[in-house]
């Protein structure tokens, strides 16, 4: 191939990248409700999405995550409404909750939502019906797409065109005993649909919180879901977080969760991901202020032609903060994990004490693992650590479960379950927890 052809050709590659994303910010800005216009937020965005091109090999964050099939499917913005009936939540539905909001395709429905059981003074349901309160209209503009990280090109696209948020906001001082379920329920379309979730979280000083994120599909449409949730952790604060991924296996699924957290606060999330042709998780926690702590802990398992991509970035900025990262993947037939996580520790967060660790379990010789944990540290006075591993179930481990009397496909089952046990046994709802230790354990035994 001479060498014009093959500029000719990367060009040709370049544009239909470029009409594909300006494809999809087109349909995004078509679902933005008028009563929920803010232009500017809008504006900026749109801007920030017209000056990036769709992700590729070539880009550094995307060297591992293939998205080229995804340009194959015209996705469009699901219809709304959707009907749903209450039946159809059942399966997901926690009942030690005290509260349950549920979107559907992107909107809340609040006639299947429930928050009779919220301490006085919590609120939590749609953006569009808080932003009917003029009063209320001030605080979600100081929170709403004012996160660092909001320059991403799918973060961007999502603030271009969300068409509703779930708010949640708990006052100062109060303590939510029971958690607050969000369910994002992807429903199928006659089309392949594009639907953009969002939540705004917000925990004042001295307030805590369990929040458990929930998204799941049903049917086999080709499903695009682009996720952004924004959590504020106040002083002192403390928020809870469960995140489960189980959609459909025709999903192209990319969240963006970013936390922001004051002095003495503390946030804990587990993240389980199970669903999903592809799904992608970026992380982005922002210590504000000392004596801070963030607890992550990921688990990822994907069969078949599944990927799941977790990009993590943990960035402190004063003394006396603590990280601690565990991310597992199980990776099965011809599966794809990857791992890329940065903690940032600059000259002024003295005495840190951060781990990362990213641990890879290969059920079949066939799939593959990329992973690059990172510590970047200027500071001098810091206890930190991190690593990676890949490997397969031990020989000597099957084989001493046998000499017990274990059966060897027993002793398998029983040696994956405990490998995913040590994030899930954080997943901070019990019901919840045992759902998806079913599902792991139905893993096990095709195993």
């Not at 349909?27 to 929920?36: D, K, T």
């Not at 592809?278 to 000392?290: A, L, N, S, T």
Request: net charge negative.
């Amino acid at each position: 191939m001479g060498t014009s052809e093959a500029r000719t050709q990367a060009l040709s590659k370049s544009q239909q990248r470029d009409a594909y994303l300006a494809g999809l910010l087109e349909a995004a800005r078509a679902a933005v409700p008028a009563e929920l216009a803010l232009a500017d937020l809008r504006r900026t965005a749109e801007a920030l999405v017209k000056e990036q091109t769709f992700p590729h090999g070539k880009q550094e964050s995307w060297r591992f995550t293939d998205l080229s099939s995804m340009m194959a499917i015209p996705f469009k913005v699901a219809d709304q409404p959707v009907g749903l009936d209450a039946a159809a939540i059942d399966p997901v539905v926690l009942p030690e909750a005290g509260a349950r909001l549920v979107v559907v395709n992107g909107q809340v429905n609040e006639t299947l939502s429930s928050t009779d059981r919220l301490p006085a003074g919590v609120i939590a349901g749609s953006l569009k019906t808080l932003w009917q309160d003029e009063a209320w209209r001030d605080h979600l503009l100081s929170h709403i797409g004012q996160q660092s990280g909001n320059h991403e090109v799918f973060t961007a696209l999502n603030t271009a065109g969300f068409a509703d948020a779930v708010v949640v906001w708990v006052p100062r001082g109060c303590v939510v005993e029971e958690p607050v379920h969000i369910i994002y329920a992807s429903v199928p379309q006659a089309q392949p649909a594009m639907v953009q979730p969002r939540a705004l979280v917000v925990a004042e000083a001295n307030s805590a919180l369990t929040l458990i994120e929930d998204f799941w599909g049903r049917g086999m449409g080709d499903h695009f879901t682009n996720a952004v949730s924004e959590i504020y952790v106040g002083a002192n604060a403390q928020i809870t977080h469960g995140r489960s991924q189980r959609e459909t296996e025709a999903t192209f699924h990319v969240g963006k969760t970013v936390v922001s957290q004051e002095r003495d606060s503390r946030y804990r999330c587990t993240t389980v991901s199970l669903g999903g042709r592809c799904d992608r998780h970026h992380f982005e926690v922002y210590q504000q202020g000392p004596q801070t702590e963030t607890q992550l802990h990921g688990l990822g398992v994907v069969k078949g032609q599944q990927l799941t991509d977790t990009q993590s970035l943990v960035a402190l900025q004063h003394p006396h903060g603590t990280v601690n990262q565990l991310q597992k993947n199980i990776i099965d037939d011809q599966a794809h994990s990857v791992f890329s996580g940065r903690i940032i520790v600059p000259q002024a967060a003295q005495l840190t004490n951060a781990t990362q660790m990213n641990r890879n379990l290969l059920l079949s010789a066939k799939g593959r693992v990329d992973t690059k944990p990172q510590l970047e540290i200027v500071a001098d006075n810091v206890q930190c650590a991190h690593g990676a591993t890949v490997s397969q179930l031990e020989a000597d481990e099957i084989f001493y479960l046998q000499s017990r009397g274990i059966a060897p496909e027993q002793a398998q089952r029983m040696l994956i379950y405990a490998f995913a046990m040590e994030v899930l046994s954080s997943m901070p709802a019990a019901s919840l927890r045992d759902t998806l230790s079913q599902t792991i354990a139905q893993l096990a035994e095709a195993s």
